[in-house]
């Protein structure tokens, strides 16, 4: 239960919405609040603080945005404290499956599609096929605590066995393991898109949502195309990250 709301500065130059944003990220930040717990109702909290529900829900939908809280419609619904968000360090080329153990989560997978199709021209561009040659697809949701976090959706080529294996673990291990095509490097490109009605539905959103798009071409030792994916991420659950540093004579 969120503790007492403080004093609102009037006339201090600082809008109250803001000094109410900044009132709840401490009291997260503290431990007085935590994931998973509730809000009173807008028409309380307003009360609380003296303000109109109108610069309450302003400050709410703010903290909405930045992934701070979940605000569930209903009767039973309210503003809830959010998960904190994993961080997904695209650097040394990890895949999602060692991202979820580093924050000491469970990583799941659930198998939408595998099959093995007709390569379409970027896939065949990728992974230097020719076009309409078969290639394997895999896609699959995955989550962290039945929470889903990602729509990933890879091509691969056409290996043998591939899609007779499990395929709701790593598949950069399977990768590695059975056929020595370990991704080495990749070249990765990130999109903000919007959520289409089917990826909405798999990943638990509301279409239209804001989804962030990583295409990516792994490359196993030698430049040997290892695998071409289309991954979309939840902004709201999942932070992407990059690391870099000064690798030459640093410019003017």
Do not use: K, N
């Not at 109702?41 to 302003?58: D, F, I, K, P």
């Not at 040659?133 to 895999?138: G, L």
């Not at 990943?203 to 196993?220: C, F, K, W």
Request: charged share 25%; proline share 10%.
């Amino acid at each position: 239960m969120v503790g007492t709301p403080p004093r609102l500065e009037r006339g201090s130059g600082l809008p109250a919405h803001v000094q109410i944003e900044r009132w709840l990220l401490e009291s997260i930040s503290s431990g007085e609040l935590a994931p998973g717990d509730r809000l009173p109702g807008e028409r309380e909290l307003a009360g609380r603080l003296g303000v109109s529900r109108m610069t309450l829900r302003q400050a709410l939908a703010t903290l909405e945005r930045d992934g701070v809280l979940v605000r569930v419609p209903g009767r039973a619904g309210g503003a809830f404290v959010a998960e904190p968000r994993i961080e997904c360090d695209l650097t040394g080329l990890t895949g999602f499956t060692e991202q979820i153990r580093r924050a000491h989560l469970r990583a799941e997978a659930r198998v939408l599609v595998a099959a093995t199709v007709p390569a379409p021209a970027a896939v065949a561009r990728a992974l230097r096929v020719p076009p309409g040659s078969p290639v394997h697809e895999v896609a699959r949701v995955r989550s962290a605590g039945r929470l889903p976090l990602a729509l990933e959706r890879s091509y691969f080529p056409d290996l043998p066995g591939l899609l007779d294996q499990d395929l709701t673990g790593s598949l950069y291990t399977l990768l590695a393991e059975r056929y020595d095509l370990a991704p080495r490097t990749a070249v990765e490109r990130l999109d903000p898109v919007i959520a289409r009605p089917s990826e909405a539905a798999d990943l638990g959103m509301t279409p239209g949502a804001p989804l962030m798009l990583i295409e990516r071409t792994a490359y196993a030792a030698g430049g040997r195309p290892a695998e071409f994916a289309r991954d979309l991420f939840r902004p709201d659950r999942v932070r992407i990250s990059v690391r870099s540093g000064v690798t030459g004579p640093a410019g003017p």
